[in-house]
């Protein structure tokens, strides 16, 4: 993962799917510690400015919040945001303990221009070297609401961790998790 980061610094392919891809772990393997040590690394490396773990249910932001945190050096570390507004502040910021963000999928898919923000506040936010980290990949991420996240974050780069990766035989709306995230 840090070498897709570096290479979408180095060679210009924030935005592309080209940028990201998914991570198939099977299950009890240690995906949310994988997915989080990732999180923690892009967010130390000075390769992206947030670093956004996102969940598809708001029960599993409060349980993420807490495992990372137990697994965090600093529980400062990770950020929780408990509404669209607190989200958006922290992605505006630049402070450095607003670097890694965990929140949910309906929070996220609530910024967008037509929900009344000033396109002054999407274009801060899309300033940000921004990476997102996906869990269960394989779940909410085929509908609407990824796509109007991907649209107003058009240079983002996402990875997917998934235990069941959708494959070309049983596909969702003509997507795999490979065309969604990258390979």
Same mark, same amino acid.
């Given at each position: ?15 592309? $799917?080209?940028?990201?891809?998914? =991570? ?15 999180? *923690?690394?892009?967010? @130390? ?6 670093? =956004?773990?996102?969940? +598809?249910? =708001?029960?599993?932001?409060? /349980? ?6 137990? #697994? ?5 570390? &990770? *950020? +929780?945001?408990?509404? @669209?507004? $607190? ?10 303990? +607003?670097?890694?963000? $965990? @929140?949910?999928? /309906? ?20 300033? *940000?070297?921004? $990476?997102?980290? &996906? ?17 107003? #974050?058009?240079?983002?780069? #996402? !990875?997917? #961790?998934?235990? @069941? ?5 049983? /596909? ?8 969604? !995230?990258?390979?």
């Amino acid at each position: 993962i840090l070498n897709r980061i570096e290479i979408a610094n180095n060679y210009k392919k924030y935005g592309s $799917v080209a940028g990201g891809g998914y =991570i198939w772990h099977t299950t009890g393997s240690g995906k949310t510690m994988s997915s989080f040590k990732s999180a *923690q690394l892009i967010a @130390t490396s000075g390769d992206a400015d947030k670093v =956004i773990f996102l969940v +598809d249910r =708001i029960e599993l932001g409060t /349980q993420s919040i807490k495992e990372y945190q137990n #697994f965090a050096d600093n529980k400062d570390e &990770v *950020q +929780d945001t408990s509404n @669209t507004h $607190v989200l958006m502040s922290k992605l505006k910021s630049n402070e450095s303990k +607003d670097t890694l963000i $965990v @929140t949910s999928i /309906q929070k996220m898919s609530n910024i967008k221009e037509e929900a009344g923000l000033q396109s002054h506040d999407i274009a801060l936010m899309n300033n *940000q070297r921004m $990476v997102f980290i &996906v869990d269960e990949a394989h779940r909410s991420t085929f509908g609407d609401m990824l796509i109007t996240i991907k649209a107003t #974050f058009p240079s983002a780069v #996402f !990875f997917g #961790f998934t235990g @069941t990766p959708i494959q070309e035989e049983n /596909q969702k709306k003509h997507n795999t998790t490979a065309s969604v !995230f990258g390979n």
